[in-house]
């Protein structure tokens, strides 16, 4: 697709961000579009949060921060999901908080855990699972019953996920701290599968203008094959019929649909349509002259500029019995 480079350059230093980024979004969304998510960009998000019922029962939890003074809204499809229009203090700084009675926890970023639908009783592995907050929200999911094997690399964000689970009153959780491209050395073969792949933030815009210089396309291309070996390593480890959530809050589909594109070369593994019917359909035909499997089409986007959120992507998968 041509783009004119008059309006790449206008665009960028307008809204400050590095010109390949635009002209890359042009490619994507046409003029008017990019516009729109450009401007959402802009925009503060609305804060929310996710009601820890391991902690506390959701309607105890709701008549409590009502007569705090907060006001909240029910996120619709989200369980436990909740929008705070009114906040007479930090959310941060209550007792409830370290109480474990709620998680700050994106909108978007609520959705993989749904989406994966954990049981009571299973083995489910976090693949990339600091600093917890979708450890947790599987475990309230499964109701503390079965196991989380949550896996993370980096010794700092480790000691966040654990002070987390312990927050929150995870005790069907275990922690390692190792590479997850490694993990088939485990010998462990889980029900279900969540990797919410390490990524460049691209859809963190709207909390983290730095994003807009702070990421090359060499950036990008280097975290896609991060991506590709762990989602390999996340289907070694499943089990036949077993189900693997990807996500990550990217933009580039080098991150997204490229990567579900590589997985699918597997002969094993296929996408599912996912009970979540919001956002946008992802990338399915051809994008940046790679042309990519028709069944992509199931998995999800979600926009500022859509859906009031964080970018996102977010796709289901099944092995094979």
């Given at each position: 697709?041509?783009?004119?480079?008059?309006?790449?350059?206008?665009?960028?230093?307008?809204?400050?961000?590095?010109?390949?980024?635009?002209?890359?979004y042009?490619?994507?969304?046409?003029?008017?579009?990019t516009?729109?998510f450009?401007?959402?960009?802009?925009?503060?998000?609305?804060?929310?949060?996710r009601?820890?019922?391991?902690?506390?029962?959701?309607?105890?939890?709701?008549?409590?921060?009502?007569?705090?003074?907060?006001?909240?809204?029910?996120?619709?499809?989200?369980?436990?999901?909740?929008?705070?229009?009114?906040?007479?203090?930090?959310?941060?700084?209550?007792?409830e908080y370290l109480?474990?009675?709620?998680?700050?926890?994106?909108?978007?970023?609520?959705?993989?855990?749904?989406?994966?639908?954990?049981?009571?009783?299973e083995?489910?592995?976090?693949?990339?699972?600091?600093?917890?907050?979708?450890?947790?929200?599987?475990?309230?999911?499964?109701?503390?019953?079965?196991?989380?094997?949550?896996?993370?690399?980096?010794?700092?964000?480790?000691?966040?996920?654990?002070?987390?689970?312990?927050?929150?009153?995870?005790?069907?959780?275990?922690?390692?701290?190792?590479?997850?491209?490694?993990?088939?050395?485990?010998?462990?073969?889980?029900?279900?599968?969540?990797?919410?792949?390490?990524?460049?933030?691209?859809?963190?815009?709207?909390?983290?203008?730095?994003?807009?210089?702070?990421?090359?396309?060499?950036?990008?291309?280097?975290?896609?094959?991060?991506?590709?070996?762990?989602?390999?390593?996340?289907?070694?480890?499943?089990?036949?019929?077993?189900?693997?959530?990807?996500?990550?809050?990217?933009?580039?589909?080098?991150?997204?649909?490229?990567?579900?594109?590589?997985?699918?070369?597997?002969?094993?593994i296929?996408?599912?349509?996912?009970?979540?019917?919001?956002?946008?359909?992802?990338?399915?035909?051809?994008?940046?002259?790679?042309?990519?499997?028709?069944?992509?089409?199931?998995?999800?986007?979600?926009?500022?500029?859509?859906?009031?959120t964080?970018?996102?992507?977010?796709?289901?998968?099944?092995?094979?019995?």
């Open positions: 697709m041509s783009v004119d480079e008059g309006l790449v350059k206008e665009l960028a230093g307008k809204y400050r961000y590095l010109k390949y980024m635009i002209k890359r042009l490619e994507m969304f046409g003029k008017e579009e516009v729109q450009l401007e959402a960009n802009e925009q503060r998000l609305m804060p929310t949060l009601c820890n019922t391991l902690r506390i029962d959701e309607e105890d939890f709701v008549n409590l921060f009502t007569k705090k003074g907060f006001i909240l809204e029910k996120i619709p499809r989200i369980a436990y999901g909740y929008r705070v229009f009114k906040i007479p203090f930090p959310l941060g700084a209550t007792n109480l474990g009675f709620y998680f700050l926890q994106s909108e978007a970023s609520m959705i993989p855990v749904q989406v994966l639908d954990p049981k009571p009783g083995i489910v592995i976090d693949l990339a699972a600091a600093p917890g907050a979708k450890t947790t929200q599987i475990a309230q999911f499964m109701k503390n019953k079965g196991v989380i094997i949550g896996i993370d690399i980096n010794r700092k964000r480790t000691k966040s996920l654990r002070s987390n689970l312990s927050r929150c009153g995870v005790y069907n959780a275990l922690i390692i701290r190792m590479d997850g491209r490694q993990i088939s050395g485990l010998g462990i073969q889980a029900d279900k599968v969540l990797l919410d792949a390490p990524c460049t933030g691209e859809g963190l815009i709207p909390r983290d203008p730095t994003r807009k210089t702070s990421r090359e396309l060499k950036d990008i291309l280097y975290v896609s094959e991060l991506q590709k070996s762990l989602i390999d390593a996340a289907v070694a480890c499943l089990k036949p019929g077993g189900s693997l959530v990807y996500s990550t809050c990217a933009i580039a589909p080098e991150e997204n649909e490229f990567v579900i594109d590589h997985a699918l070369k597997n002969e094993d296929h996408v599912r349509k996912m009970d979540f019917n919001g956002g946008s359909p992802a990338f399915s035909d051809v994008i940046f002259e790679t042309t990519l499997h028709p069944s992509i089409k199931e998995a999800r986007r979600l926009y500022p500029h859509k859906d009031g964080e970018g996102f992507f977010i796709c289901k998968l099944q092995k094979d019995s």
